[in-house]
């Protein structure tokens, strides 16, 4: 069965970087684009960005351009998300998710999540 | 302030319908499918309709979509208390290269 098993927990320090990983099993893994969304306490949801397995192509929500990197590694069947200078707005639960095309927004499996609190 | 814009809250009897709408623009309903998603307390979303107006197998066909220019609709029917979560449309949007989120609707049921 298709799985997306996030990495745990962290606390940060403003100003620092995180880095979360997201390991997919049960499909073939360069078949969907990997997605980041991420939910700040008590907020809704918010796309950052995706990449394609094949290549390593990405697009990053403008918001998130110069802070954000995501990457893959494809004999693990990982996805990273990468955020730089953080901030304590950058609290959040962190989400990775799949779709089948890029523009789609169908996200048929998602992660559990990883919270992510920045505090000095 | 969210790109797509939903009703903070709706709320219903057990057994009855309700319709929750998500507003955008010619960028993303306009020109893209819409999804929504379910939010259960302390979960990952779920995929409720995806394209519009389709279900993905287990979802109960109390649930369905539709879309009209550049508006969209989520409507439950025959409520169930069970339903009670943060509804979420999404659609890509064109001029900022990226996916968008309406705010999120919670649904009561009284």
């Known amino acids: 069965q298709v799985q997306l098993v996030q990495s745990g927990a962290e606390v940060k320090k403003p100003g620092a970087s995180m880095k979360v990983s997201c390991e997919a099993s049960?499909?073939?893994?360069?078949?969907?684009?990997l997605h980041w969304v991420r939910q700040a306490p008590g907020q809704g949801l918010e796309w950052m960005g995706m990449?394609?397995?094949?290549?390593?192509?990405?697009t990053y929500a403008r918001k998130f351009q110069g802070r954000l990197t995501v990457t893959t590694n494809t004999p693990t069947t990982t996805v990273y998300l990468e955020l730089s200078s953080l901030r304590s707005g950058d609290t959040a639960v962190y989400y990775c998710?799949?779709?089948?095309?890029?523009?789609?927004?169908?996200?048929?499996?998602w992660g559990q999540g990883t919270l992510v609190a920045v505090s000095s | 302030q969210s790109v797509l814009t939903q009703p903070p809250s709706a709320s219903g009897t057990p057994g009855q319908r309700v319709s929750i709408s998500c507003s955008g623009s010619?960028?993303?309903?306009?020109?893209?499918?819409v999804n929504w998603f379910q939010q259960l307390p302390g979960t990952a979303p779920k995929v409720l309709i995806f394209?519009?107006?389709q279900r993905p197998s287990g979802v109960p066909d109390r649930f369905s979509g539709s879309k009209s220019g550049t508006s969209a609709s989520l409507a439950i029917s025959g409520l169930q208390s069970e339903d009670e979560a943060i509804y979420y449309c999404?659609?890509?949007?064109?001029?900022?290269?990226?996916?968008?989120f309406g705010g999120g609707t919670n649904l009561t049921v009284l």
């Open positions: 998710t799949r779709s089948i095309y890029d523009n789609s927004g169908h996200f048929d499996y």
């Open positions: 049960g499909y073939t893994f360069k078949s969907y684009y």
């Open positions: 990449i394609n397995p094949i290549g390593g192509g990405t």
């Open positions: 010619t960028s993303n309903i306009g020109s893209n499918t």
């Open positions: 394209t519009n107006n």
């Open positions: 999404a659609a890509w949007d064109d001029s900022l290269n990226g996916l968008v």
